[in-house]
């Protein structure tokens, strides 16, 4: 079934921060029209909040309406609400089912409103967050918390519940494979050090890392020693113009600053704080994603000290129990009574009791937080398993000291389960470590400082220096070196150089920067000085955007994910229901004597004998592989999609791309290369071609589609250099004036979506467009011109007709070259299974003339924008997954609608928020690569399940000795640990091998030989 377009749409500002103020969705010129995606919500806006701006004391609410089903409901909503006295203002969104209401408080109340809708039948409820007019946005915050102590997907699920129950958190995200969450919150109910002692009473670690709160930042302070340097701190910070508040932690020698961006910047308090001090105090910030790798460092480097601690006291334990007893002198001393206890047996004991208490403590809090919040996971298992082990051992040990009868204790199996569990998260932790490689290198592209030019006091020498890169304000002119990155998104304003950008965009050839041309944050100028001017800043740049997206990726779950989740909430209760059947079983068979003593190891007896095969069973069950298998692989292949220029925006979407089987093109832009070049003019009349050219270029002149730009640039170089224009030169001989030089004024120009444009000049109206807008108007086409139309779109040409003052001129031939590699990737796609279609605005003769060069059989064509989603709907009715590739903001509509929406980028603009995956290169075979890539990483997740359940499915048996009476061989308890161990280990291990995931190449799909 389709998404719905409320669900995969999502609007915001682009790169560059311009807010685009509607989603134009052109395709070429006959494919005009602007799908104003954004006013409907923009109008409600005004009318809900607009007059907030004219009363004072005026309040707005927002009321979500069940039961509505048409416009008429809306209009009896309004009917209803409108009639209330005091109400001043309301608009009804069928689509929300949101009722936006502006009203004198003085007058009417909330519950009023909500009787009136509920009295003209339909069912309604004040959203008690939209009680002022602030956007959502605004007032909740995005945090991203570290968590710690994580093992399988029962665990995730634990946090998650718990934090979903904690007053102010709207919405909370748990990822095992990353070992960090992201939770929305209202900050004026909860604040982030209430939400870290949440996560951390439900048994886990958690740390803060960073927040969506544009305006707050957190500075470490150098030199901050006494209270009289917090007393000169505060009065610095408090003359620093634009700040609002700021709270200062003597603890951690850090102070938390909330100021007005417009105002001031970081730069501008770290400078204020210095300066202040006489440099005494130093102010710092730190990089979040610096700080996330250190905080994996650390928790490896915990995990191994436990395992090495845990090691060197179980290795003596081992040595006792195995290798003691054949030496004669060892075994006697051991053999001694210290008491009434052997001393073998307090040695045991000792080393025993601080391995389970010390060491293995944390297993018994985050079982025992994890237990009190109503849930279950391995560290539960573990610590049944070794406490079952180690205090039977103790009750031995004080039964053969009270008796004098010696039994056999197993202080061993307790510490060698810990230590196995302990080795097996040490190299978990690393091994979930690289998964993150891909972040790690994007993050270390951005250079840690920048060379910053600025005046000195006089204003007429330049200074330079060496400034914190995160310290990097817009406007900032910063020098770039040969062979040093770029510090952030800028514009050249003085040098020139070449750049390479294949770290980012994925394009190896290096690019040419010269005055006015933009440069990307992170990439490697190679050769000249470059002076630069930033634009964008912090999490506004190319490369954190880029890194955000892989970010939300690795936080989203794959729908079968939800198959693990499942298993992890009963798997626990299941396990523990086994190991009491088990210990049952044995015990009642060795009771009634159903297998011989001789089955029993010396000195020990039935009860034993049945308590081992149980603990084997608890330990050896690994509910981890199974969270683990589906997180860890889409982290990877998130991280390999970005270092080849495909950037996946959740595991949902990676997981449909596998099915895809219908593959829409758009075909200006995405077929072809997107520079439209005018070849043709021809007039049909007595007019002079100069003229006819200035009076079409005159129309277009007042529009932003290409194809118009096209047609002014041919104009242009005709007039001044009476020479058709080439591709290369077009862009170059644009000039402030030159449109005031030559064009002819217009009046009344409009825009006519899907057919063209329409002014008038010297009071006479200029139609040009499409065969349907001459129509429209009454203008007929002659026999010559349109058997000139026809020979143009035969030849994959574009028609433009003309007319002016009521009669045909003249018809222009434009056309736009098809992408190279676009008849290689549509065969790729069919070897691959997979069905390419092409929907253009065009026409029908040249839209099949493009198809039939590329060899796509399925054809829609002069299929208007907002149609195109109808087009893909048409394909998902029986089920098929539809993918829709597009350029991102003019297919909007059809990415949306698309069950895989491919958008198509450039490198520098990547806020295409409709699609689920951006290609950066500007080439079509990233979108073999998105199919590919789906396919191997979904191979691999079903084959981590595989291992998984095959796993338990198999060890579980056999650690409850279904083998034994066969072949008297059976797993001892810390085996079973080391088995549970590695298994978890191996799940990463195999998503790891994405990492070694290689483009297909073109001509092994073709199965093409190259001599």
Known sequence: MAPSLKRDLQLSSVAGGRRPEAISARDDFGDQEDVRLLDFYRDEEAGAGGREEDGKGMRRIQVRVTGMTCSACTSAVEAAVGGVPGVVDVAVSLLQSKAYVVFDPDSVKDEDIKNAIEDAGFEAEVLRDSNNAQSRSQKTLTGQFRIGGMTCAACVNGVEGVLRKVPGIKRAVVALATSSGEVEYDPNVISKDEIITAIEDAGFEAAFLRSSEQDKFCFGVAGLCSEADANLLKDIVNNIEGVRRFEISDIRSEIEVVFDPEITGLRSVVDAVERGSGGKLKATISNPYGQAASDDAKEASKMLRLFISSLILSVPIFIIRAICPHIPFLNSFLLMHCGPFLIKDLLKWLLATIIQFYIGKRFYVAAYRALRHGSTNMDVLIVLGTSASYFYSVWAVIYSASTGFWSPTYFETSAMIITFVLFGKYLEVVAKGKTSDAIKKLVELAPSTAFLLEKDLDGRNTVEREIDALLVQPGDVLKVLPGSKVPSDAVVVWGTSYVDESMVTGESKPVAKEVSSQVIGGTMNLHGVLHIKATRVGSNTVLRQIISLVETAQMSKAPIQQFADYVASIFVPVVVLLSGLTFFGWFICGSFGAYPDSWLSEGSNCFVFSLMFSIAVVVIACPCALGLATPTAVMVATGVGASNGVLIKGGDALERAQNVRYVIFDKTGTLTQGKATVTTAKTFSAMELGYFLSLVASAEASSEHPLARAIVDYAYHFHFFNKVPTNQGSTKIRKDNFYTEWLLET??????????????????????????????????????????????????????????????????????????????????????????????????RTAHAVAKEVGIQDVRAEVMPAGKADVIRSFQKDGSVVAMVGDGINDSPALAAADVGIAIGTGTDIAIEAADYVLMRNSLEDVITVIDLSRKTFARIRWNYFFAMAYNVLAIPLAAGVLFPFTRLRMPPWLAGACMAFSSVSVVCSSLLLRRYKKPRLTTILEITVE
């Open 747 to 844: 009046s009344e120009f409009s825009a006519l979506p899907g057919r063209g444009v329409q002014c008038l000049v010297d009071g006479k109206a200029v139609l040009v467009g499409n065969r349907s807008l001459l129509t429209e108007n009454g203008i007929s086409v002659p026999l010559e011109a349109e058997n000139f139309l026809i020979e143009l779109e035969l030849s994959s040409k574009t028609g433009i007709l003309v007319a002016y003052d009521g009669s045909f001129i003249g018809v222009l031939g434009v056309t736009d070259p098809l992408k190279r590699e676009a008849a290689v990737v549509i065969e790729g796609l069919k070897k691959m299974g997979v069905k390419p279609v092409m929907v253009t605005g065009d026409n029908r």
